[in-house]
């Protein structure tokens, strides 16, 4: 489904309208991280039948947990079992009740509507879990995001839980979910297991390359799959080591007791952690490429938003190393990023069509 035409491109008109400082050169604001995103939180999929916001918050208790994200929609579709009952006995136990949503991207005004909802029912946060589903469909995204803001205002905390691996989705619209004004936080779902690795090597492919979106990241790993509490606790030193205020685990339903007993486990001071950006040369493309053109136009460039490295970019990026006294090596390295994470981009409308790199 192509997410084009006259009232597509009058959402993400309100998208940039509402998202985006368009001064060249403006300073980024910082990464802060609202409250009810601070600390340790668990994920629940399916609330068992009958269950209460009472007995959640218990079981996260027991495991040292505050705070819950609990499944709020599917899509469009609102799930029955996030209601303002749940939340009003979770929070009268003492728990932050967060909700979270899936979405697709195939009906993004009604996707956001059903994530409104949850937030009027009481939740105290939202994360969307957007994934491989999202690829491409850059308008579609910031049609999205421009309802949730109007819808919540600029204050209301959201997260993005994304595919860990920015480098290997490079079609998705990390940008735009990230960018000025869209959501507070990322939530990387660096689910070791699933890659195959540890979890050290898990973070190390993953803080990385978030990092350059200048959004606080928060670590999402794994109780499903039966990770051995040594495995948890590590993701738990790792997340302190990289300076993470917050970070969460899927799910609840699946975990493990031992596994839980993990989460409140003590943690050694850990060795401080370095999140290092990517490196990319010439002939590289993706979302990474569309963030460093959008921030190198901030800078004064006037480079078309289509997300290839190519020899216009890389002539804007010696440019700019120039001017801010590095070597102008138009390549896209650590120390070029971190200039460019200064300054505060302007997204253009993806309304007729994403960027070159994700079609």
């Known amino acids: 489904m192509s997410w084009t035409g006259p009232r597509v491109r009058a959402v993400v008109a309100l998208a940039l309208s509402i998202c985006v400082v368009s001064a060249t050169g403006a300073l980024a604001a910082g990464p802060p991280v609202p409250k009810p995103f601070r600390g340790t939180a668990l994920w629940v999929n399916q609330l068992a039948p009958g269950g209460s916001g009472v007995e959640l918050a218990a079981r996260a208790a027991a495991a040292g947990v505050r705070t819950l994200y609990v499944k709020a929609a599917d ?4 799930e029955l079992q996030f209601s303002p009952v749940l939340v009003a006995e979770a929070r009268a136990a003492g728990a932050t009740l967060c909700a979270w949503t899936f979405a697709y991207g195939q009906n993004p005004i009604g996707e956001a509507a059903a994530a409104v909802a949850a937030v009027r029912a009481g939740a105290q946060c939202l994360v969307v879990d957007a994934e491989a589903e999202y690829d491409s469909l850059y308008g ?4 999205f995001v421009a309802v949730l803001r109007a819808q919540l205002g600029a204050a209301f905390p959201i997260g993005l839980a994304s595919e860990a ?13 990230l960018g000025p004004g869209a959501f507070n936080v990322v939530l990387p779902q660096i689910y070791w297991r699933d890659f195959g690795v540890s979890v050290d090597a898990a973070f190390a492919a993953t803080i990385g390359a978030n990092s ?14 039966g990770p051995a509490p040594a495995e948890v606790t590590r993701f738990r030193a790792l997340a302190l080591a990289y300076d993470a205020l917050g970070s969460s685990f899927f799910d609840l339903d699946d975990a493990q007791p031992e ?13 401080r952690m370095k999140a290092t950006p990517p490196t990319l040369h010439a002939g590289a493309d993706g979302d990474e490429v569309v963030w460093a053109q959008e921030l190198l136009n901030a800078a004064g460039a006037h480079l078309p938003v289509g997300g290839f490295l ?10 700019f190393q120039r001017r801010h006294h590095l070597h102008a090596s138009e390549v ?4 070029t990023w971190k200039a460019l994470m200064r300054l505060r981009p302007h997204e253009p409308s993806f309304a007729t069509a994403p960027p070159d790199s994700a079609l």
């Open 259 to 271: 596994a839980l007993s993990a989460l409140g486990a003590p943690l050694p001071a850990p060795a």
């Open 310 to 319: 190519g020899a216009q970019t890389a002539q804007a990026l010696a440019h």
């Open 332 to 335: 896209l390295g650590p120390a």
């Open 75 to 78: 899509g469009a579709t609102p």
């Open 165 to 177: 691996e920015v480098s290997e989705h490079p079609k998705f619209p990390y940008s735009v979910f």
């Open 140 to 143: 579609a995204a910031q049609a």
């Open 212 to 225: 350059i979106y200048g959004r606080a990241i928060l670590p999402l790993g794994q109780l499903y799959g």
